[in-house]
């Protein structure tokens, strides 16, 4: 999930700027994998949130620029492991916060898996748009089922799924996904080793290519509805364990 939310702010069609919030609540990955300080980052940003009143928008305090894929992309990194997310969510989290909610372009909070009990439901809830990552196998599509049967009943906002390699196609994904009219299969990911350096030449272009169609869909579906935050998560089977 951490590369599928870089990518979409990095390849995010011209016009309109997109940045990654991270709130998974397991912890964050991008510290580490880009070897800066977790803060300033989210604690930051829900401090300022908490205060209400400080003159800007909370996510201001928490915003690193970091180059990824050659763009510059604006990050609010989340500390290791979950304590302090886990605080932190209930302060930037909708219906009581619009800290996720900028005023000018797009967050697009990284929650990674979802589960019943996850604390992250009211992000991917109020978010314009929802971006499911799930792996084309058979126990995961089922789990997403379940999911999606749920989140019917508790989001208006359009629901796009997203593959994540396994052994189906998109297109069986899609005709296992058809009696949910809201959800949308828009293809396969590529591979994320493009948006950490890992691949060059020929690889490298048409993932690239791959990477800026999808941002393009997701940037046009949240087009056509009200402004809110853009909850991007994965199912808990649907990512793969070493890219959430």
Known sequence: MTATSLALAAWWPDGQTAGVVEVDP??????????????????????????????????????????????????VCAPPGG??????????????????????????????????????????EYAEVAVLLVEGSVSAVAHMRSHLAGLSARRAGPVLVVCAGGEYLPSEVAAALAEYERAEVLGAMPAPEVVYG??????????????????????????????????????????????R
């Open 26 to 75: 397991t912890g964050g990955d991008v510290a580490a994998r880009w070897g800066v300080p977790f803060r300033p980052g989210l604690v930051e940003v829900a401090a300022a949130a908490d205060a209400g009143g400080v003159g800007e928008e909370p996510l201001v305090y928490g915003v690193q620029h970091l180059e990824v894929v050659g763009r510059r992309v604006g990050v």
């Open 198 to 243: 890992a691949v060059r030449g020929r690889a490298r272009r048409r993932a690239a290519k791959e990477w800026a169609r999808l941002a393009s869909t997701v940037a046009e579906r949240l087009r056509s509805v009200p402004k809110a935050a853009l909850a991007v998560e994965a199912h808990p089977t649907g990512a793969a364990d070493g890219d």
């Open 83 to 124: 304590r302090q997310v886990a605080a932190a969510l209930p302060v930037v989290s909708p219906p009581a916060s619009k800290a996720l909610n900028p005023a000018a372009g797009v967050a697009l909070a990284d929650v990674g898996r979802l589960w019943p009990e996850s604390p992250v439901w009211n992000l991917v």
